[in-house]
């Protein structure tokens, strides 16, 4: 049996910050959360589609400098189910507690792989998914209005049968990182990794939201992910506190000093009970 910090506990002693912060707008970067000393979790970064774990580098700059143990693994990004397990691997040979990060699919794939950690105390979701049970990614898009993101995708069909999706290059800075510098969102295009079609199929597990608390920072300019589906999710899950960041989907990239603020905070108030 996991032991897992109540969400109940946690949520009854910052009623007052998750309501003021449920209204927060953020933009540029912002201080980071009041830390604590000795030993800190680890920090379980996990990147979403069409990007890769270099999306992390300002935000885990910020945590080392704070004294965090960081682990940003690759996501194959080729099944829920299989991704997930890839993770939860790493996650338990990790000595000590964890907090783990999804952006994007990557929410998705926390959502699964913490239930299968034990030593997982909280969840972070960065301008993530967050299903339910039965529930995948795909089905959350289809109850909300498209996005910019859903004309720009570009399939890649190999010998094998495999289709890989990839974000239209010329249109990678307008649907996923608006607010990122035009060389920087250049690069990002040309290095972004590709989701395996099926992956946004794949339904969700029981999620781990529903035992652990949980944190989400939402990006009011998505236009990958609908904003209104974010809140929802956020919602839905209980979630110990939600920020909003007047932001693209880039969060990690473009807002590092608020995600990783979030973070901090997470890793915080999980020590507290």
């Known amino acids: 049996m996991k032991a ?14 998750t309501a003021m912060a449920g209204a927060t707008l953020l933009s540029g970067s912002a201080t980071a959360g009041q830390d604590f000393a000795g030993p800190k979790p680890t920090i379980l970064l996990v990147h979403g589609a069409f990007t890769d774990a270099s999306s992390w580098s300002g935000v885990i700059t910020n945590l080392q400098h704070a004294g965090y143990p960081v682990v940003a693994p690759p996501n194959p990004l080729r099944d829920l189910t299989t991704d997930a397990a890839y993770i939860a691997g790493i996650t338990r040979n990790i000595k000590g507690p964890v907090i783990m990060v999804g952006h994007s699919y990557g ?24 299903p339910d049970n039965g529930e995948s990614t795909g089905d959350i898009n289809k109850r909300y209005p498209d996005t910019p993101i859903r004309t720009s995708i570009v399939p890649q069909l190999y010998p094998d049968g495999t289709v890989d999706l990839y974000i239209d290059p ?53 236009h990958a992910i609908n904003p209104a589906a974010e809140a929802d999710m956020a919602k839905r899950a209980h979630a110990v506190q939600t920020v909003k960041i007047r932001g693209g989907h880039a969060l990690p990239v473009s807002h590092p000093n608020d995600v990783a603020r979030l973070i901090r905070t997470a890793a915080c108030q999980t ?3």
């Open 170 to 222: 010329a249109k990678f800075r307008d649907v996923f990182a608006q607010d990122v510098p035009a060389d920087r969102a250049a690069v990002m295009a040309a290095v972004q990794r590709p989701l395996n079609a099926p992956a946004g199929d794949r339904p969700s597990g029981e999620p781990a939201w529903k035992k652990l608390p949980s944190w989400f920072l939402t990006a009011t300019e998505d």
């Open 271 to 273: 020590r507290q009970q």
């Open 4 to 17: 897992n910090v109540p969400r109940r506990g946690i949520v009854g002693t910052t009623l007052a910050i």
């Open 107 to 130: 929410g998705a794939v926390i959502t699964n792989a913490a239930r299968e950690a034990p030593n997982v105390k909280g969840l972070v979701y960065v301008a993530a998914f967050a």
